[in-house]
């Protein structure tokens, strides 16, 4: 598929997840996205984890919602003395977060996974998105590696010195780290600015290849979509 209808159906799975009335749809979305993934070569060993991240953070935020919301009481817990209730009311609300979140994060990890970066870049200009934003995406991508490696390479000096030999002296290592890669962060940017400059580079972003949406990227991409939009309509 072309990187546009990607990115059409992409966006079309998050607005269909996070207007859903019901955790249903998010549900379809994301379990047909992680389909789809796994279909085209991905690894659940590779997706495991940044699916995880995600959910970790809305499983909490559902945790909180459960128990902060009145209405009522579906459960009664006693910690350390304290009580705490679950109302129905909060679990509802809080199912329908995990389920928003894994619609969204399983889209979202669908086009990142099964599309190369500049395919992604070529297909955001041709739909019309602003030059600064293409731009900024373009360096990002291309000096995020470069600050990774001076971030393990900082670690490993710090490992070797017994930086992180216990937790107070291993957070203060950790924070350093931070910094440094923070300001080198900046330094390249300055530098990298100086030098587009002088080589005479204007912002303008040329996407790779010329090629239009086909048929077969269309009906790809309504065959795709037609169901998430069905059940959608469904749970309305």
């Not at 019309?128 to 000096?143: A, D, K, Q, S």
């Not at 992180?164 to 291993?170: F, I, M, N, P, S």
């Not at 780290?177 to 040329?206: H, I, K, N, P």
Request: glycine letters at 12%.
């Amino acid at each position: 598929m072309d990187g546009r209808a990607k990115i059409i159906f992409a966006l079309g799975c998050v607005m269909v997840s996070a207007a859903s009335p019901a955790p249903a749809a998010p549900l379809f979305v994301g379990a047909l996205c992680l389909s789809i993934t796994l279909i085209a070569g991905a690894r659940i060993r590779l997706l495991a984890p940044r699916l995880a991240g995600p959910l970790f953070f809305a499983l909490v935020i559902a945790t909180v919602q459960a128990i902060a919301t009145g209405g009522t009481p579906l459960a009664h817990v006693t910690i350390s003395g304290i009580g705490l209730s679950l109302s129905a009311r909060g679990v509802e609300r809080g199912v329908m977060i995990i389920a928003r979140v894994f619609g969204c994060a399983s889209a979202v990890l669908f086009l990142s996974t099964t599309t190369p970066a500049e395919r992604l870049l070529s297909g955001a200009a041709r739909l019309g998105l602003p030059r600064g934003l293409v731009e900024l995406l373009l360096f990002t991508y291309r000096y995020l590696f470069v600050l990774f490696d001076d971030a393990v390479t900082v670690y490993h000096a710090q490992k070797g010195r017994l930086g992180y030999a216990g937790l107070r002296v291993g957070i203060k290592s950790f924070g350093t780290l931070c910094g440094s890669v923070f300001l080198r962060a900046y330094d390249q940017a300055e530098a990298t600015g100086a030098a587009m400059l002088q080589r005479g580079y204007t912002g303008e972003y040329v996407p790779c290849g010329r090629r239009g949406v086909n048929f077969r990227d269309a009906a790809c991409l309504t065959a795709l979509f037609i169901p998430c939009l069905a059940v959608f309509l469904w749970t309305l």
